[in-house]
T-cell receptor
Framework: DTAVSQTPKYLVTQMGNDKSIKCEQNLGHDTMYWYKQDSKKFLKIMFSYNNKELIINETVPNRFSPKSPDKAHLNLHINSLELGDSAVYFC????????????????FGPGTRLTVT | KQEVTQIPAALSVPEGENLVLNCSFTDSAIYNLQWFRQDPGKGLTSLLLIQSSQREQTSGRLNASLDKSSGRSTLYIAASQPGDSATYLCAVKTGANNLFFGTGTRLTVIP
């Protein structure tokens, strides 16, 4: 069974549309993340959720809104898509919380390649 | 703010060679350092995790070292194989569960 899964794998859409990317982990982890990988392959964290609560919100336009219905899911909704949103988006999870000081590794999903035309 | 740099950006070696990938970071206050592999069009696979109190970790033909005081880590790959061709990323973990990634080294192992 896949530990961290994302859907869809590919997403092609037009500017101005609203879309969502779903992420699910079956590892029982407390913390989930969204990363964006740009055309230069540089990964940047966007959001981090611990037990359904937002912990990290880096400099991300408010058109991006994460939703965590439960601990195992962290979905990413994007409003009014722009050309610059084209990238690969990775979801990840880890068993540690942000205040625990514990040091566990993160497990990544396969990524969702978003293309905005 | 933490900055992670990887050198070289790309590397081509003949099959069988031993090689070293380098990673440097600016803030030594890290919890751990993780090496990942990324295959074209695919997600990240975690290779090795070194805690801040450790000096190295080994897994098969891979050996990662960490010198926290100097802000450096190396990934040593022994007896390289064509299947090792991929982009290798290092990432350091700071507080608040944040991972800072380097830009990666694209490795090509020539049969």
């Amino acid at each position: 069974d896949t530990a961290v899964s994302q859907t869809p794998k590919y997403l092609v859409t037009q500017m101005g549309n609203d879309k969502s990317i779903k992420c699910e982990q079956n590892l029982g982890h407390d913390t989930m993340y969204w990363y964006k990988q740009d055309s230069k392959k540089f990964l940047k964290i966007m959001f981090s959720y611990n037990n359904k609560e937002l912990i990290i919100n880096e400099t991300v336009p408010n058109r991006f809104s994460p939703k965590s219905p439960d601990k195992a899911h962290l979905n990413l909704h994007i409003n009014s898509l722009e050309l610059g949103d084209s990238a690969v988006y990775f979801c990840a999870s880890s068993p540690s919380g942000p205040t625990s000081g514990r040091i566990y590794e993160q497990y990544f999903g396969p990524g969702t390649r978003l293309t905005v035309t | 703010k933490q900055e992670v740099t990887q050198i070289p950006a790309a590397l081509s070696v003949p099959e069988g060679e031993n090689l070293v990938l380098n990673c440097s970071f600016t803030d030594s206050a890290i919890y751990n350092l993780q090496w990942f592999r990324q295959d074209p069009g695919k997600g990240l696979t975690s290779l090795l995790l070194i805690q801040s109190s450790q000096r190295e970790q080994t897994s098969g033909r891979l050996n990662a070292s960490l010198d926290k005081s100097s802000g450096r880590s190396t990934l040593y790959i022994a007896a390289s194989q064509p299947g090792d061709s991929a982009t290798y990323l290092c990432a350091v973990k700071t507080g608040a569960n944040n991972l800072f990634f380097g830009t990666g080294t694209r490795l090509t192992v020539i049969p």
